[in-house]
């Protein structure tokens, strides 16, 4: 993690019915009506982590270090496209090559940087085959180069990237036949997006930059690359941002990651850079979920996968444990320290945001307050 401061392949996706007569006791949470309010503070308590399906998937991701542009990188990408394959989400695989910093520039006349391939998953859900948007869910699943420890990141990054199929498994089963279930308008997907590349290669993460001859950025390879994909369109008379249109042209109007999300007694930071209406959104289901105090109080400044995408205007936030730092870049950080209760926490905001503004996107659309 972090620090403070070309090809689609489908979704079966049981419903949940609310009683024509339903009286909601919710009150309404921003920027959501209370027929959605109920309805996705209801699928999300019952969201539950199948840990058998979690420790086959955390056994893959901590087999051995897999950091940005590695061979056992590449292979964890063909084992996510082969899991969201099986939940019938439909795939797409981007491919990007970025140039990164020699560690050992200059030595001997070697080059400045070295040129890195990654790859950034999705995997959507077709709950709304006419849609023309979609909120993404994401994770980096690349782990650091720790000198001396072979550092396999159970929690930076198995973590969300395990909880991210989680999640999707879940949705695919519960959201099928909402068409029926909300009053006219538009509608949105769910996007799952594994980001390659969110590490820095050399041990500071602004060393690159700052440090480094090359003079480059080294972090957040995947979600600079994805965000550097999106073009200028509009949806319902609103200016936004857009996919381009070989991964089918959708409309994105909130980007949602999860990072670090494994550590016993979850703790989010307040992050203060994030979008303030997916904040807002966060505490509002939060309370409804009885989750308050698993968010900190006071707000801290974390650079993480999700800048790139504000700064290309889209709402963002990230959600993030950076309060449990004991194994952080550290030997340690492997399945003995995984909690599935705070999985399962995070798991229930990020379904209560994800599908909230996937039946009501219109407050999302347009450009990100800042």
Same mark, same amino acid.
């Given at each position: 993690?972090?620090?403070?401061?070309?090809?689609?392949?489908?979704?079966?996706?049981?419903?949940?019915?609310?009683?024509?007569?339903?009286?909601?006791?919710?009150?309404?949470?921003?920027?959501?009506?209370?027929?959605?309010?109920?309805?996705?503070?209801?699928?999300?308590?019952?969201?539950?982590?199948?840990?058998?399906?979690?420790?086959?998937?955390?056994?893959?991701?901590?087999?051995?270090?897999?950091?940005?542009?590695?061979?056992?990188?590449?292979?964890?990408?063909?084992?996510?496209?082969?899991?969201?394959?099986?939940?019938?989400?439909?795939?797409?695989?981007?491919?990007?090559?970025?140039?990164?910093?020699?560690?050992?520039?200059?030595?001997?006349?070697?080059?400045?940087?070295?040129?890195?391939?990654?790859?950034?998953?999705?995997?959507?859900?077709?709950?709304?085959?006419?849609?023309?948007?979609?909120?993404?869910?994401?994770?980096?699943?690349?782990?650091?180069?720790?000198?001396?420890?072979?550092?396999?990141?159970?929690?930076?990054?198995?973590?969300?990237?395990?909880?991210?199929?989680?999640?999707?498994?879940?949705?695919?089963?519960?959201?099928?036949?909402?068409?029926?279930?909300?009053?006219?308008?538009?509608?949105?997907?769910?996007?799952?997006?594994?980001?390659?590349?969110?590490?820095?290669?050399?041990?500071?993460?602004?060393?690159?930059?700052?440090?480094?001859?090359?003079? !480059?950025?080294? *972090?957040?390879?995947?979600?600079? &690359?994805? #965000?550097?994909?999106?073009? @200028?369109?509009?949806?319902? /008379?609103?200016?936004?941002?857009?996919?381009?249109?070989?991964?089918?042209?959708?409309?994105?109007?909130?980007?949602?990651?999860?990072?670090?999300?494994?550590?016993?007694?979850?703790?989010?930071?307040?992050?203060?850079?994030?979008?303030?209406?997916?904040?807002?959104?966060?505490?509002?289901?939060?309370?409804?979920?009885?989750?308050?105090?698993?968010?900190?109080?006071?707000?801290?400044?974390?650079?993480?996968?999700?800048?790139?995408?504000?700064?290309?205007?889209?709402?963002?936030?990230?959600? !993030?444990?950076? *309060?449990?730092?004991?194994?952080? &870049?550290? #030997?340690?950080?492997?399945? @003995?320290?995984?909690?599935? /209760?705070?999985?399962?926490?995070?798991?229930?905001?990020?379904?209560?945001?994800?599908?909230?503004?996937?039946?009501?996107?219109?407050?999302?659309?347009?450009?990100?307050?800042?």
């Amino acid at each position: 993690m972090t620090r403070k401061m070309g090809t689609w392949y489908l979704v079966l996706l049981v419903p949940f019915f609310l009683p024509a007569s339903c009286v909601c006791q919710d009150s309404q949470i921003f920027g959501v009506s209370k027929d959605v309010s109920y309805y996705t503070v209801e699928l999300a308590k019952r969201f539950k982590i199948n840990q058998d399906e979690a420790k086959s998937d955390f056994l893959e991701f901590t087999k051995r270090p897999h950091p940005f542009g590695s061979d056992r990188q590449r292979e964890l990408a063909s084992y996510l496209l082969a899991r969201a394959r099986s939940l019938q989400l439909e795939v797409y695989e981007e491919q990007f090559s970025m140039a990164t910093p020699n560690p050992e520039a200059g030595k001997n006349g070697t080059s400045f940087v070295i040129e890195k391939i990654g790859y950034n998953i999705f995997a959507r859900t077709k709950t709304f085959p006419q849609a023309d948007c979609s909120v993404v869910l994401a994770s980096h699943y690349d782990t650091k180069i720790v000198p001396g420890v072979d550092y396999v990141g159970a929690n930076d990054s198995g973590s969300s990237s395990v909880l991210l199929l989680q999640l999707m498994a879940y949705l695919s089963r519960e959201m099928k036949d909402m068409n029926g279930l909300m009053s006219e308008g538009p509608r949105c997907n769910i996007t799952a997006l594994w980001l390659d590349g969110e590490e820095s290669q050399l041990w500071e993460w602004d060393a690159g930059l700052l440090q480094h001859p090359a003079r !480059i950025i080294d *972090n957040t390879y995947g979600s600079r &690359h994805a #965000a550097n994909m999106l073009t @200028s369109c509009s949806l319902f /008379e609103k200016e936004t941002k857009c996919w381009p249109l070989r991964m089918g042209g959708t409309a994105l109007p909130a980007f949602i990651l999860l990072d670090m999300v494994g550590s016993p007694d979850l703790k989010l930071t307040r992050e203060k850079n994030s979008s303030k209406k997916l904040v807002r959104l966060m505490e509002r289901f939060a309370q409804k979920l009885d989750l308050s105090h698993v968010i900190d109080k006071e707000s801290h400044a974390v650079s993480d996968d999700h800048e790139p995408f504000l700064k290309a205007g889209v709402h963002a936030v990230d959600l !993030i444990d950076f *309060n449990h730092l004991s194994t952080w &870049h550290r #030997a340690g950080d492997d399945l @003995s320290t995984i909690s599935y /209760e705070s999985m399962e926490l995070a798991g229930k905001l990020a379904i209560s945001m994800a599908v909230s503004i996937s039946l009501e996107p219109k407050v999302f659309l347009g450009h990100a307050d800042k």
